[in-house]
Nanobody
Framework: QVQLVESGGGLVQAGGSLTLSCAAS????????MGWYRQAPGKQRELVAG????????NYADSVKGRFIISRDNAKNTVYLQMKSLKPEDTAVYYC????????WGQGTQVIVSS
């Protein structure tokens, strides 16, 4: 069965950094465009970063462009999200999933940015 297991979240001060990881199993990871999503309290889940199957193409929401970097390791079936210059508005639960094909959501990892 499909599993997406996110980790790496935590509490950080504004301006700080975190790196999230997502381990995937149960599907052919290297065939999937992957993305990081986030859901802030009271808001809809949004896609913040995406990466092509081979990792050569990335896309970002305007709100995180220049601060977040998405990457992947197909040998480890893992996708990463490096987050720098964090802002309080980045506070959310972060999830990974496919972009073109969606799978069952994992539990997410909580990121809290204090001002």
């Amino acid at each position: 069965q499909v599993q997406l297991v996110e980790s790496g979240g935590g509490l950080v001060q504004a301006g700080g950094s975190l790196t999230l990881s997502c381990a995937a199993s149960g599907f052919i990871f290297s065939n999937n465009v992957m993305g990081w999503y986030r859901q802030a309290p009271g808001k809809q889940r949004e896609l913040v970063a995406g990466i092509s199957t081979g990792g050569g193409t990335t896309n970002y929401a305007d709100s995180v462009k220049g601060r977040f970097i998405i990457s992947r390791d197909n040998a480890k079936n893992t996708v990463y999200l490096q987050m720098k210059s964090l802002k309080p508005e980045d506070t959310a639960v972060y999830y990974c999933n496919g972009v073109q094909s969606r799978y069952s959501w994992g539990q997410g990892t909580q990121v809290i940015v204090s001002s």
